[in-house]
Every structure is written in C-alpha cells, then in structure tokens.
C-alpha cells in the first residue's frame, strides 16, 4: 500500500480519536466516502486489510456520546461485515457491544434511530453468519428480547423480523430457548400499528415453527383475538401462519384443536380473499393428511369407498377433501365445549366468530355432528335470541347445514320434547333452519310428530311478534321440503299459520301468513283461498262450540273466532250454524263486558258485508240466522244498563240492527218488475214481533246519552218503517206514537243527529195510509207542521235547507193547514223565501189534487 494512503488512513484514524465532535464525524464521512464507495472492486486481502485499519476506532465510537457518530459508525461496519468473508473475529466485539447499548434493563443506547440502525446491523450479521453466532446466542436472545418491546415501532418490527432470521438460520439452539421469546414477542400483538402487528404475527409463526409446539398453549389465544383485527393484513397473516403450522408444525397433530379455529374462522372473513386463502390452506393440509396417512388400512378404506360428492348436500358449497373432513371429526369433542361457550360470550365479536366457525365445521364433520347435537342445541337456542344479527344469520346457517346430515328422527327426538316443555323463538328459528335443510323422505317419516306439535295451543297461540315469525318459519321450512307428502298434516299446519295470523299485531307476520296460506293453497291444489278456508275453517268452528261464555278479551279463541269472520267470511256464510252459538254466547256474557262490546262490533261488520243473496237455500238460512241474531243478540244488547261499556255495547247492537234491517232491505227480490212488487226474507208475523219489540227500546234510545246511539236509532227506525210499509203492516197509529219523538230529536245537541231526524220524519210520513183521516188526526199534523216549520230559521245552512225539502215532502199530507200555519206566522220568521216556497208548493198540490176530483 503506498505510503501516502498510509498517511491518510492514519489521518483518519487519529481523526476518529478527537476530542473535538466534528473531527470524529469528519473522519467517519470520509471513510464513508474514500474508502468504502470502492470497497466493492477491491479483492479481499486488500479489503482486510482495511478492515484492519479501521474497524477498532469505528467499534469504539459506538459508544461515542454523538449520535451522529455512533450511526456512522453502524452503517459504516454494516458495509464492511457484509463484504468480508465471514470470520469470527470480525464480530467480536459488534455483539458484546449491542448486548451492552441494548439490552440491559436500563437502556443505553437513547437514540431510536441508532437502535434501528443497530438491529438492522445484527439482522445482516445473522443472515451472513447463520450457525457461526451459536457462541453469540446468548447475547443475541439478551438483545431481542429487550428491543422487540422497545418503544420506536420500527425497532419492534426490525426486532421481530431478526428473530425470524435468528429461528431459520439456528433452529437447534433456537428450540431450546424459543420460549424466553414469546412473552416479549407477545407484549406487541395489539400494538397501535397494524404493521407491527402483522410481524409480531409472524414472528409468532416463525418461532413456533422452529421452537418448542408445546408454545401453542400460550400464543393461540392471542392469535386469536386478531381474528378480530381491523386490518385485513393482521387477519391474513393469521391465517397464513395458522396454515403454515398446519401442513409444517413438528407436533401438529396434537395441535389441531387449537389451529383448526385459527384457519377455519378466516374462511368466513368478510373480505373475499381471505376467505380463499384460507380455504385453499385448509384445503392443503387435507391433501397433506391424505398423503401421510395412505398407509393407515382404515383411512385408505374410507378414502376408496366413501362417496366424493353426496346426493343430498346444501347448494354451492364445495365438499372439503376427506382429509380436512377427518382432521375435523377427529378434533370435534376438543372444540364443542369452547364454541359453546363463546356462543354465549359477552363480546359480540366472539359470538359472531363462534357462530362462523359452527357453520365451518359442521360441513367438515358432516353426520359427526349427530354425536354432539345434545350439546350444541342449548347454546345455538340461547344465540338466536342474541341482538347481533350477525350471530343469529350464521346460528340458522349452522342449523340448516346439519338439517342436512343428520337424521330427522334423531333432531325430533331431541328438539320436538324440549320445545313441547319451553319453547321460546330461539327453538323455533333452530328447528325451522333443521327442517329447511332435511331430506324429503326422510322427513316425511317425521310429519306426524312435527304437525302434531305445531298446531298444539301452547305452541302457535303466542302473541310475540319474534315467536311468530319462527311459527311460520316451521310451517314454511316444512312446507318447502316435503312439499304434497305433506297432505298428512295439511290441517295440523293450517291451524299453526292461521292461528298465527289470527294472534298477529305485526303487519310483517300477517304479510308472511297469508303468504303461507297462499303456499298452502297452491300445495294442496285448491283455486283461491276461499277453498281452502271451506276445507280447514269448519273443523276450527266446530271446536270453539265447547264454552265460549267462558271468553275474555284476550282468550286466543276470540282472536282465532274473529279470524275466521274476517278472512274466511264466504265460509262462514256457509255455515252459520257454527257462527250463531258463538256469537249468541259472547254477546250475552256478563263477565267480560269488552269481549261482549267486541262481538257486537264484528257482528256489525259482518252483517254490513253480507253479500247478498240468491240462492234459495242461502236465504233461508239467512232468515233463520237473522231471527237468531235479532231476538238473542241485538235485542238484548239494546236494553239500558249503567255504564259507559254498557252505552258502548247500546252503539254497537243498534248498528247491528241497522245492518241487518239493511241487509233485509238489499236481498228482497223484485218478483214483478212492472208492478215493483218486492218479497222479502222476513214475513209480516216475524216482522210484526220485531216491530212492537224493537219499537219501544229505539223510541227509548233517542233519549239515549250517546249521540251515535240516538243517530244509529234514528237510521233504524227508518228501515223499519219502511220494511213495514213494504209489507203494509205500519199503521196511523204507528205514525203518531213515534213521530213526536223524532220531532224532539230536532232540538238535539249534535248536528248529525239532528240531519237524521230531519230525514226520518221525511220517511215516517210517507208510509201514511191512503184512507187517512186528517179532520180525526188533525192535532198530529199540527204538531209536526208547528215544530218543523221553526227550524226554517235554523243558523246552519245545511238544516235549514233539508227543513224545507222535509216540509216540502210533509205539504201533501195536509196543504191547506201548512198555509194556514205559515200565513198565520210568517211575520215571525226571517226565512220568507223559505216560507214563498212552502206556499207555492202546497197550493200547487191542492190544484192536482183538485183537478183530479174533477
């Protein structure tokens, strides 16, 4: 070497040596510089020799108190080491020293960029030296597991990546000693940053993988709270890791239990390629299994003669290999307790991954799952109550999937006692899902059990909405399989969907059970509802006969009664036999006045929508079931009594015999067109009973508190009048007994009523007899004339103009007394337009009538 680079190397040296800090940093940069920038053309004695020269001054300023000089330094002996051969005396000293900066209890070395540079420097020895730093192990653990918990995030991962380096490139030593690596490793598993994460991840791969598997108590825990991580990059090193400990871990056999919900919980991750990453590595380590037990006589059974695909299995799902199938089974009793457990954790999160991992797992056991469905059961039940929709959607799916492989008789046995003993939402959305995922013919062996249940009281007369929609999911999910085996039990399932639709408060339920009964419908082969209700409602009449006196408001059989009125009306027509008792009963019960006000209201409604009659045989029946309701139902229901329930109950029976007299009045037949002669279903004796019964209680209940009850009256002594007149029963004295009461109704408080009494004393004077004697009856006129003609001032427009047009319709009954009257008092009234029409109109009527006797 020429002497003149002697000089300047020593230069550099004695400059290294300075007090002064510039002097040190200077000469640091020109070795930079000078020396190393052509360190890479220079062969290797030459190199050495360099090395020489420089590296005990460069050594020593690591614990140089300049920062600037000790990263120098590091990125100076990082460029030599890695262009030296490898030799032990060139790293003699570097190690000691990173023990002594970094990894005593108190921290030397305070610069976070310098320990970076220091571990980037030790992870670039390891890879250069591999099994030549066994002497150095010791120092290398001191250091490691001092700075992977260092506070810098960049020392933690460069930390976490040395030791992968340290495991591969000295897995002997490394197995002894991998323990005192996982605790600190561990202390950065939920660190801020995802990335550190992601290698704390890994590098608890690598030192499992290299290290002692007995580890896997302690890590797989951890591990598997980042199934949970937000970051998709922590949950895909997981999964690779849990995979690479599947097909590369010494005693993985032993450990399947603990990595199979590592790997098989990423199946169901939500971003797409983690979920195929880890079925593709489930799926390796079942080929892997299938090649390293070829040689087991009872494995190699299975592998040649168990089918590869089942005739009965759920829809677009690929069936796992036999390996993955039997490293499951084999594993299942280790992994039931801990899932359902966790189904019932409190952390939602766990739920979800516990309800995930169910799903998984039951395709891979397959009819495996049988042995442990007693076990299963009670936490799935409790799960699909939980409010995490996330949990109950992956309980169906898990329930459905074993609907599949397990047998219906051997689910019945166990699910059919416990819900006929409790049954709550949760048992049914579980037995829904079980059915829904059933072979036909083999469930149909189980029809009877299953409808027989359904349709028992305690189980569909529920009144929760959840409770409901599962009722109908039972019906739906066996409907759906079994589909016209069903006829066994068409009934059973009727009175379940109609019996729910009948106790629903929930549009949603409603919705869904007429849906049902349309799928019912179309199952049975029937053309519209209405045959179904004709085949299935009769049976449900026929057994609410027994006591319905006994009925409250909220008994399940008013609400099924009142079903049937309103959905199956064309079928209760057809049977009123079965109606009547039951109306009859309800309406004259005294213990629960609200079920009774009830009935009257249905009763009401179903006579307004009677449809009207043709047939011979529906009319009489409707005249028979018309006597009933007028002299045991509405009859009663008019008489006074105390109490606002009892003036409600008054409402209701004078509207429905409103309906019914309008009903009367809608189904008489025009017999003679010409001569408008009209027949109706009543006969003048009947007529006559109800006349002078009814007459009296509505004359009373014009005076009735309730202005609804006096206008229901008013509208029912118009429909009687004219039925009577129709069949020419009403007489004079008729006329004059309940007029005046009606007259009095002219002064009521309420508008309407008032407008109806005005039409009402219209309509009772039309029906007058043609021989009626107005000098002997002269005062009754009067008296209507003298109180009708006061209102033709009323302040309300509309009164006042039907006021005219009654007294209009009144002038033909005695003209000459309605000018007498108006010409006598026309100064008191203002209305004289009012009073000109009046006269107008009576003497053109006495001129008719004059002409005519003429």
């Known amino acids: 070497m020429p002497q003149i680079i002697d000089l300047q190397y020593d230069k550099i040296c004695t400059s290294l040596q300075a007090e002064d800090k510039f002097k040190r940093k200077k000469g640091l940069q020109e070795i930079l510089k000078n020396v190393l920038n ?11 020799v360099l090395w020489e020269i420089f590296h005990r001054p460069v050594i020593r300023i690591l614990h140089d108190p300049v920062e600037a000089c000790r990263d120098l330094a590091l990125e100076i002996l990082k460029k030599f080491l890695l262009h030296l051969p490898c030799s032990d005396k060139n790293i003699v000293y570097i190690i000691p020293i990173m023990a002594k900066r970094l990894g005593c209890q108190e921290l030397v070395e305070q610069s976070e960029e310098v320990r970076l540079k220091c571990i980037i420097l030790l992870r670039a020895i390891v890879q250069k030296y591999q099994e030549n730093l066994i002497s150095y192990f010791e120092d290398l653990i001191t250091i490691l597991t001092r700075t992977v918990t260092d506070k810098y995030p960049k020392v933690k991962k460069e930390s976490c990546d040395c030791i992968c380096e340290i495991a591969r490139a000295m897995p002997s030593n490394f197995y002894t000693k991998s323990e005192v690596f996982v605790k600190p490793i561990l202390t950065n598993i939920s660190h801020q940053h995802y990335k550190i994460r992601m290698a704390t991840v890994k590098s608890i791969g690598e030192v499992l993988l290299f290290g002692d598997s007995k580890l896997m108590e302690t890590v797989a825990g951890p591990l598997a709270e980042r199934l949970f991580d937000q970051s998709g990059a922590v949950r895909t090193a997981v999964v690779e890791v849990a995979g690479l400990w599947m097909i590369d871990l010494r005693d993985r056999y032993s450990w399947w239990y603990k990595l199979l919900p590592l790997l098989l919980t990423g199946a169901n991750d939500i971003v797409p390629e983690i979920r195929a990453k880890a079925l593709s590595l489930w799926m390796k380590a079942g080929e892997q299994f299938i090649k390293e037990n070829e040689t087991d006589q009872k494995f190699k059974h299975k592998l040649d003669f168990l089918l590869e695909d089942l005739p009965h299995y759920p829809a677009k799902i690929i069936r796992p290999n036999l390996g993955c199938r039997t490293i499951a089974q084999q594993n299942l009793h280790k992994l039931v307790p801990a899932i359902s457990r966790e189904l019932n954790d409190w952390m939602a999160d766990i739920k979800v991954r516990a309800a995930q991992l169910l799903c998984i797992l039951v395709l891979n056991v397959e009819e495996e799952v049988t042995e442990y469905l007693p076990k299963l059961l009670s936490p799935m039940y409790r799960a699909c109550n939980d ?3 996330r949990v109950v959607e992956n309980i169906e799916l898990a329930a459905e999937y074993m609907g599949f492989f397990v047998l219906p008789k051997v689910y019945c046995d166990l699910i059919l006692p416990t819900l006929e003993e409790n049954p709550t939402s949760g048992h049914l959305k579980i037995f829904a899902s079980i059915l829904r995922g059933s072979e036909r013919e083999n469930l149909t062996k189980e029809l009877s059990r299953i409808g027989h249940l359904l349709q028992e009281n305690h189980i569909c007369q529920s009144r929760k ?55 019912l419908k179309k199952t049975e082969n029937f053309e519209n509802l209405n045959e179904l209700f004709d085949k299935h409602v009769p049976l449900i009449l026929t057994t609410m006969q027994e006591s319905p006196e006994s009925w409250e408001i909220n008994s399940s059989e008013f609400h ?44 009401s409604d179903y006579l307004q929508n009677w449809d009207k009659l043709l047939e011979e045989n529906s009319a009489n029946a409707f005249i028979e079931f018309a006597n009933i ?9 008019l008489k006074w009594a105390a109490g606002r329930t009892a003036e409600a109950i008054r409402t209701a029976s004078v509207c429905c015999l409103c309906a019914l007299l309008s ?32 007459r009296p209680i509505l004359v009373t209940l014009l005076e009735d508190d309730a202005n609804k009850t006096r206008l229901y009256s008013l509208q029912a002594i118009c429909l009687v009048i004219n039925i009577g007149q129709e069949l020419s029963y009403i007489t004079e004295e008729h006329i004059h007994k309940i007029s005046p009461e009606i007259v009095s109704r002219l002064e009521d408080q309420h508008d309407e009523v008032r407008l109806a009494a005005v ?23 009067e008296y209507v004339y003298s109180k009708t003609l006061i209102h033709l001032d009323d302040p309300g427009e509309q009164f006042q103009k039907l006021t005219l047009d009654c007294l209009m319709a009144l002038v033909k009954v005695h003209p000459e007394l309605l000018i007498e009257k108006v010409e006598n008092s026309r100064a008191n009234f203002i209305n004289q337009r009012a009073l000109d029409q009046l006269v107008e109109g009576a003497r053109e009527h006495l001129k008719k009538k004059n002409s005519k006797t003429n």
Request: glycine share 2%; hydrophobic share 40%.
């Open 38 to 48: 052509s360190l890479e053309t220079k062969d290797e004695e030459s190199s050495l």
């Open 387 to 389: 409010e995490d929709k």
């Open 465 to 519: 909405i959840r409770y409901q929609m599962e009722i109908l999911s039972c019906c739906r999910s066996t409907l759906d399989v079994c589909k016209e085996d069903c006829s066994i039990i068409f009934h059973d399932l009727f009175i379940a969907i109609f019996t729910t639709l009948a106790m629903s408060s929930d549009s949603l339920v409603e919705k869904s059970a007429i849906s049902l009964l349309e799928l």
């Open 560 to 603: 099924i009664f009142y079903a049937c009125i309103v959905y199956a009306k064309s079928t209760t027509y057809k049977h009123l036999h079965l109606i009547h008792p039951v109306f009859e009963k309800t309406t004259n019960a005294e213990d629960d006045k609200k079920l009774r006000l009830k009935q009257y209201i249905l009763l």
């Open 629 to 637: 309701v007028l002299e045991k139902m509405i009859i009663p229901g």
């Open 663 to 694: 009903k009367i009045v809608d189904n008489c037949e025009e017999s003679d067109k010409e001569k408008e002669v009209k027949t109706f279903s009543i006969s003048v004796e009947h007529f006559g009973w109800l006349f002078e019964t009814v």
């Open 759 to 781: 039409e009402a004393l219209k309509e009772i004077w039309k029906v007058l007899p043609k021989d009626y004697d107005l000098a002997f009856y002269y005062v009754h006129i």
